[in-house]
């Protein structure tokens, strides 16, 4: 082969894989969680970090930036550069701030989405004191409660269980109050005292005061029963397929980034969250793997934005 014809074959291969997804990765990860560390999404996070890590021979490191609902953490990755060394572990507000804000300091194209890493199905848990056993009787409980009202705690507009009592409103329940926490630890432990009877929260968060009996679980608003708690019926199960969302934990990364690093990343993670190791860390937990290709992921994301600005929109849902 002479020089012209081998210069030839070099450029069509420079062509087809660009020099930064060919070289991917040789230096350091960054996974930025958007919350303070201890929670689901960061224990998630952190368990994805740690077997990627293994499989790209590089370190993934975790850097939490919590602030402002996931904003902070999240405007940081959407202005990072789309070099495939910054991604977002991404929750609900990637998919809600954008509906409940009137502005944000950037815009829901500057993220593509990566992969899922698990869910942390959401929990309507009640005060042990509470006359209810299930969802049915929850809702007539409430029902009976009339113009008197049924508080529910909320970890703040927008959250997981905001949504939950939106979607519980249009099962019924219309004299739902919102009673706003910082977090969803704190809306529990409001519960827990019984300064508001009911609230929902991530599997993690509640299954061991469920297991201590300091709390009633009523329904998990999963697709499916929850490994670690079986017991518990779905809402859909209960006659209430409206009541659906989790508490989902999934990688994003700035727009821009070469499409042979997202393959490859989701590639990776797809493996790590396969793995019997991953399924050991979070399953016992009360978590649960989501294995989804990068298509599965986009579609995911792409309907639950539909579905949920519906009914933010229905429900008249502002960021506070």
């Known amino acids: 082969m ?11 291969w420079a062509m087809i894989v660009p020099p930064a997804a060919a070289e991917w990765p040789d230096r350091p990860i960054k996974l930025v969680v958007p919350f303070a560390a201890g929670g689901a999404n960061d224990l998630m996070g952190r368990a994805a970090a740690e077997g990627l890590s293994k499989r790209l021979k590089q370190p993934v490191v975790i850097e939490n930036k919590p602030g402002a609902g996931a904003i902070v953490g999240t405007q940081a990755v959407a202005k990072a550069a789309p070099d495939g060394y910054t991604f977002l572990v991404g929750a609900i507000g990637v998919v809600t701030n954008s509906l409940l804000h009137k502005s944000l300091p950037y815009a829901d194209n500057e993220l593509v989405p990566v992969g899922m890493i698990a869910v942390a199905p959401s929990v309507i848990v009640v005060n042990p004191s509470i006359p209810a056993n299930n969802l049915k009787e929850f809702i007539a409980w409430a029902k009976s409660e009339g113009g008197k009202g049924v508080n529910w705690s909320t970890a703040g507009s927008g959250s997981t269980p905001h949504f939950v009592a939106e979607m519980l409103k249009e099962a019924g329940v219309t004299n739902i109050v919102i009673v706003p926490y910082k977090s969803g630890s704190e809306g529990v432990t409001a519960v827990l005292s019984g300064t508001v009877p009911a609230t929902s929260e991530a599997s993690i968060v509640v299954i061991p005061h469920l297991k201590a009996g300091k709390l009633k679980a009523i329904a998990t608003t999963y697709t499916k029963r929850i490994t670690a708690y079986p017991s518990l019926p779905t809402a859909t199960e209960q006659g209430y397929p409206v009541v659906n969302i989790g508490h989902w934990a999934g990688l994003f990364a700035p727009a821009g980034t070469p499409p042979a690093i997202l393959d490859r990343m989701n590639a990776e993670l797809l493996a790590v969250v396969r793995s019997p190791e991953f399924a050991e860390k979070m399953v016992p937990s009360g978590i649960e793997p989501a294995p ?19 009914l933010a929109k229905r429900a008249n849902m502002q960021a506070e």
């Open 2 to 12: 002479n020089v012209r014809a081998v210069l030839t074959v070099v450029f069509a």
């Open 292 to 310: 989804f290709t990068l298509p599965e992921f986009v579609k995911f994301v792409g309907t639950e934005r539909e579905r949920l600005g519906q």
